[in-house]
């Protein structure tokens, strides 16, 4: 079945370097691939979205970008900011049953 | 627009009660899902439902888990006997177009 994996369990970063958590997936089919961000004590919430055209997504300096490749959909920021700490999610899906990742928590330091 | 609404936000039982769920998705979303998140853990789907239909309940546990969406819109998720390793916060999550998902609040169990 589809599978998604995130390596990194933990991030810790000073404020105003650039991120980067990876993302790949396994999939028979081409699925979308999402980026959800999770603070403490609040529900996921949609950050990023692959598109079907190649395109890159962008949100919050936030981006993302889908190699069919390498099955990877990494999130990318150039400058990390405090109140970027918190879970990221990659999910997975196919028009069916969605799987996430594990998780990457992101801990930015001043 | 009303977002994904879940009651109630917290419920702390002891082993062995039961427990119910409450879900109302955003208006106008076919498809609902049930997830379960341990504590430090990803979201893990449950049950999700097209409509009244259930879609895929492989991953629930269906001695002592059951859900309904019986008009398609509302949906309700139960716990019979529940049990410490069901400690966990529940998520409910609806979408238009069974790609995004859009997901409540959440509901945080504790089982003691």
């Known amino acids: 079945g589809d599978s998604v994996t995130q390596t990194e369990g933990l991030v810790t970063l000073t404020e105003g370097l650039p991120v980067m958590l990876n993302c790949t997936y396994q999939s028979t089919y081409s699925p979308f691939l999402f980026w959800y961000v999770q603070h403490l004590n609040e529900a996921p919430k949609l950050l990023l979205k692959s598109f079907t055209d190649n395109k890159r997504p962008e949100h919050q300096g936030f981006h993302a970008t889908l190699h069919k490749s390498s099955s990877s959909f990494h999130l990318q920021k150039s400058s990390a900011q405090l109140s970027d700490s918190a879970l990221y999610y990659c999910a997975a899906n196919n028009n069916n049953a969605p799987r996430f990742g594990a998780g990457t928590k992101l801990s930015v330091k001043p | 627009e009303a977002g994904v609404t879940q009651s109630p936000r917290y419920a702390v039982l002891q082993e062995g009660q039961a427990v119910s769920f409450w879900c109302d998705p955003i208006s106008g979303h076919d498809t609902l899902y049930w997830y379960q998140q341990p504590r430090d853990q990803g979201p893990q789907l449950l049950v999700y439902f097209r409509d009244e239909a259930v879609i895929d309940n492989s991953q629930l546990p269906s001695d002592r888990f059951s859900a309904v969406r019986p008009k398609g819109t509302n949906s309700t998720l139960k716990i019979q006997s529940a049990k410490q390793g069901d400690t966990a916060t529940y998520l409910c999550?609806?979408?238009?177009?069974?790609?995004?998902?859009?997901f409540g609040p959440g509901t945080r169990l504790t089982v003691l």
């Open positions: 999550a609806s979408s238009p177009d069974r790609v995004e998902q859009y």
